[in-house]
């Protein structure tokens, strides 16, 4: 029975709680906006308790505005990234200027990750769907489906001290083995969920409506009624397979 098939036929199996025992978490994704689909409710969840959480961008999602200069949709989305984070508590926010786009899933975007969890060191770190669909309907986008490939690889690179050597020889970066799990939202395979608050919803709701200029140009609703009809129906969503609690769900691998 395919996942489409179960999902219809109301056999998929419940999700299990996202774990608790961590301290630092390290979300690497594509673009301004991908946490924001969803993921930066669970964040806004976790800062709250007292988590620590770092987001990396991959680019500046300087080709996502049709009607915007490539520079100035940079600058614009740049700053809509930080305002969105920084209303789920998240204060550090970094860029690695590959090109919106035409990211390439090989060994110097591994590099830049591996060279990013190094530097956090963090238990847990997300990541966006990596697979081929979003729910076997919607084709995914070549950005998400490198970076989310490179994340899962470059984790383990991290760890090796034979891999990407160079970045360890100023003795300030040491290799960090001590990421206990990638946890991918948005996948069609979710096992896991993190459970969300009414508080915690609205926060990411907000940091949704921080992308101001990128809701405009992407839809004729006004941004934040865009933002509460997806996020709200997303999270609520999830509960038909999380004991009836509202939550963001992703697919979680050990390490």
């Given at each position: 029975m395919s996942e489409q098939e179960a999902r219809a036929a109301g056999t998929e199996e419940p999700l299990s709680s996202m774990p608790e025992d961590w301290s630092r978490?390290?979300?690497?994704?594509?673009?301004?906006?991908?946490?924001?689909?969803?993921?930066?409710?669970?964040?806004?969840?976790?800062?709250?308790?007292?988590?620590?959480?770092?987001?990396?961008?991959?680019?500046?999602?300087?080709?996502?505005?049709?009607?915007?200069?490539?520079?100035?949709?940079?600058?614009?989305?740049?700053?809509?990234?930080?305002?969105?984070?920084?209303?789920?508590?998240?204060?550090?926010?970094?860029?690695?200027?590959?090109?919106?786009?035409?990211?390439?899933?090989?060994?110097?975007?591994r590099r830049d990750i591996a060279a990013a969890v190094r530097r956090h060191r963090p238990e847990l770190v997300l990541?966006?769907?990596?697979?081929?669909?979003?729910g076997g309907t919607w084709w995914n986008t070549p950005d998400h489906r490198a970076v989310g490939r490179a994340v899962l690889d470059a984790v383990g690179d991290a760890g090796n001290r034979w891999i990407f050597p160079e970045q360890l020889q100023h003795g300030d970066v040491a290799p960090w083995s001590g990421v206990r799990w990638v946890a991918v939202a948005a996948s069609?395979?979710?096992?896991?969920?993190?459970?969300?608050?009414?508080?915690?919803?609205?926060?990411?709701?907000?940091?949704?409506?921080?992308?101001?200029?990128?809701?405009?140009?992407?839809?004729?609703?006004?941004?934040?009624?865009?933002?509460?009809?997806?996020?709200?129906?997303?999270?609520?969503?999830?509960?038909?397979?999380?004991r009836g609690r509202r939550g963001v769900s992703f697919q979680l691998y050990p390490r």
């Open positions: 978490a390290l979300a690497v994704v594509a673009h301004p906006d991908d946490m924001e689909y969803g993921a930066a409710a669970a964040v806004a969840a976790w800062t709250a308790a007292g988590r620590e959480v770092t987001y990396l961008l991959v680019t500046r999602g300087e080709a996502g505005i049709d009607t915007m200069d490539p520079a100035e949709a940079a600058r614009v989305r740049e700053a809509e990234q930080r305002a969105g984070a920084a209303v789920v508590g998240v204060d550090t926010v970094e860029f690695l200027d590959h090109r919106d786009g035409v990211i390439e899933n090989g060994p110097g975007l990541t966006l769907n990596h697979h081929d669909t979003f069609p395979h979710a096992t896991h969920a993190a459970q969300v608050s009414d508080d915690a919803l609205e926060r990411g709701i907000a940091s949704l409506v921080e992308h101001r200029a990128y809701l405009t140009a992407l839809s004729d609703e006004e941004p934040e009624a865009y933002a509460r009809r997806l996020l709200t129906g997303m999270l609520d969503g999830v509960a038909e397979r999380f």
